[in-house]
């Protein structure tokens, strides 16, 4: 028994292991059976806080909301012009620094320093209505078409309509309007103004 032990603590110095040889007898005289090596318990890691749980695909991504009057810049810029008939665009520019949406037709309505000039909006699909999304930056337009010839009981002598200095125009979906010059002279044939769905400009 000495001989045995004398062994077994030549090869822990040896090899610096925690190891065990045979069997040897415990304080009451009964064999006990030692391990032949140190066992470590599984460990048990836990998830990573970087780890996104099972489905989830990260963080949630906020809704793209409606381009109202708050974050868009109007102007409306003439394009054409003959036979009586002009023709223009209301173009609209998302001035905020997320994106925004838009789709469908904008309200638009003639004004000038006494206030609302009579204005008959007549909406036109060319195009019609398609949504979009503007980045910050981006623009969209509606075609606008209109007559300067008098019709009906208007004045063929002077302005056929009181001449508007600006325009409210409402967004799509929207309440609020915003307010662009308007410098291109009456319209006539009582304010009737033909305008198209907005589309990327």
């Not at 040897?24 to 030692?34: A, E, Y």
């Amino acid at each position: 028994m000495t001989r045995r032990l004398i062994a077994c603590g030549l090869v822990l110095t040896a090899f610096a292991a925690v190891t065990a040889c045979g069997t040897r007898s415990s304080d009451n005289g009964s064999p006990q059976t030692l391990p032949t090596s140190t066992s470590t318990p599984p460990s048990t890691t836990a998830p990573s806080s970087t780890e996104a749980p099972a489905g989830n695909s990260g963080a949630a991504v906020p809704a793209v909301k409606r381009c109202d009057s708050a974050v868009l810049k109007g102007e409306v810029a003439p394009t054409d012009a003959g036979a009586g008939n002009r023709y223009g665009k209301f173009v609209v520019t998302n001035t905020a620094t997320m994106p925004c949406t838009l789709n469908g037709y904008s309200g638009f309505q003639l004004e000038n320093a006494s206030g609302a000039v009579p204005t008959k909006l007549e909406r036109k699909a060319d195009p019609g209505p398609a949504a979009m999304t503007l980045a910050p930056g981006g623009k969209a337009a509606a075609n606008l078409h209109w007559g300067v010839v008098p019709s009906g009981n208007e004045p063929v002598e002077g302005p056929c309509q009181p001449e508007a200095s600006k325009a409210a125009a409402i967004p799509p979906d929207e309440t609020a309007p915003l307010t662009v010059p308007w410098t291109l002279g009456p319209v006539c044939s009582g304010g009737r103004i033909e305008i198209s769905a907005f589309y990327a400009s």
